[in-house]
Nanobody
């Protein structure tokens, strides 16, 4: 599985960004796709996840109501729409793919994309 994340950048507080994760290397029908983030000096944090087949979603508490995860099956791409961004959203964002029933740690991780939110 190969994952290519893109879309990060610098944005002012209150602004929006959309991250993309292009997936390749297999069919993903049984997979769960997720986004994690890690800020300097902080633990890695779960952001959002979506099941590839049914499109069921889940979110970390800190992003609920502001971020939306979605997928485009035809393009094998997962998106993270981030609205009402805050300085505390600043982090490297990672796209992850795992099969159902296994841990995120044993999934496939992309290279990360930097998101910086200025106050």
């Amino acid at each position: 599985v190969q994952l290519q994340a893109s879309g990060g950048g610098l944005v002012q507080a209150g602004g929006s960004l959309r991250l993309s994760c292009a997936a390749s290397g297999r069919t993903f029908g049984s997979y769960v796709m997720g986004w994690f983030r890690q800020a300097p000096g902080k633990e890695r944090e779960f952001v959002a996840a979506i099941t590839w087949s049914a499109g069921s979603t889940s979110y970390g508490d800190s992003v609920k109501g502001r971020f939306t995860i979605s997928r485009d099956n035809a393009r094998n791409t997962v998106y993270l729409q981030m609205n009402s961004l805050k300085p505390e959203d600043t982090a490297v964002y990672y796209c992850v793919a795992r099969e159902g029933g296994i841990s995120w740690n044993t999934g496939s991780w992309g290279q990360g994309t930097q998101v910086t939110v200025s106050s």
